[in-house]
């Protein structure tokens, strides 16, 4: 892939995946309904064997559940060689996508005794936490368009493999092209004409009451999410450098505010609550309550 951030990347993934519904709807006499789920991306001889098959673009919406497919239930013995076909020229980007993929994984129930997580190839997903439950309620009927994984020890044992694989493969990279950060601090890093003044404004009482700045220290309302949020908010408003990593900005929040949020909680949360292709919050997001709120915040006097 071709983008130097994780939108560029996203917005590619999901151009390309569209690209693949619309060719295959045709196959399909239009069906776009059908052509939406992957395991249809397919064309098949007059004896019904696959000569054509393609998958989904990694850092796309459809791309967790073949990513989570490889990982959590193919054998050991493949899943390495399979990590550098998707991944061959990983980067920091790259590794924050897959820790933010491990990330949802836990949201999902992977890694918890007794869970049950279904997804379906159109991207739609459906958790459990009582696992014969949901074989009772006929969670498990769909085998063509959706893959169904059970949460356990055998996952963790599988994410520290990858996350291992990730380590090994960055570790040369790292050591020879890791350059010192130009920001010493998230006031640092502000663009666009907004000032630390408005960012101090937007932090405080009169806004999102995020930081205490008598006591300096954030508030008890400060939670990861709202971190994530605003760096979301500052990116899509160009207040903030588009290619500033999640793990920059982990740091910057952290140095500048002693803010509680992770590298991966910032890159998850950029997937779920931001349009790829208008690259505007959705409706209703915490993201999209700060990135208004960025439009009432006056300049410096």
Known sequence: MQGTTTEERRTEAENYNYALQL?????????MIKASNYNYWRIQDECGR???????????????????????????HDLYPW???????????????????????????????GWICVLHSDGRMWVHDNADEAKAMGWLAD????????????????????RRWVEKRLSATI????????????YEALCGGFT????????SN???????????EPTAAAK?????????ALKLREFLPSKLSASLAEKLLKVTFGADVSKSQITLLGRQEIDAGTREPHRGTEVARIYNALKTIKADK
């Open 23 to 31: 060719k295959y709807a045709a196959v399909y006499g239009g069906d």
């Open 50 to 76: 696959i000569t054509e098959q393609e998958y989904p673009l990694k850092y796309s919406h459809l791309y967790s559940r073949h990513f989570f497919t490889h990982v959590f239930d193919y054998g050991v």
């Open 83 to 113: 990590l550098d076909s998707q991944f061959p020229e990983l980067d920091t980007i790259d590794a924050e996508y897959i820790d933010a993929l491990l990330e949802e994984a836990t949201e999902y129930g992977f890694f918890k005794d």
């Open 143 to 162: 085998s063509v368009t959706s893959d169904h994984f059970y949460g356990g020890d055998r996952n963790v044992q599988r994410a520290d493999y990858l």
């Open 175 to 186: 050591e020879s092209s890791v350059k010192p950060t130009p920001y010493k601090s998230l």
């Open 196 to 203: 630390p003044g408005q960012l101090d404004t937007l932090l």
């Open 206 to 216: 009169e806004y999102l009451a995020m930081y205490d700045y008598r006591q300096k």
């Open 224 to 232: 990861p999410g709202m971190w994530a949020s605003l760096v979301w």
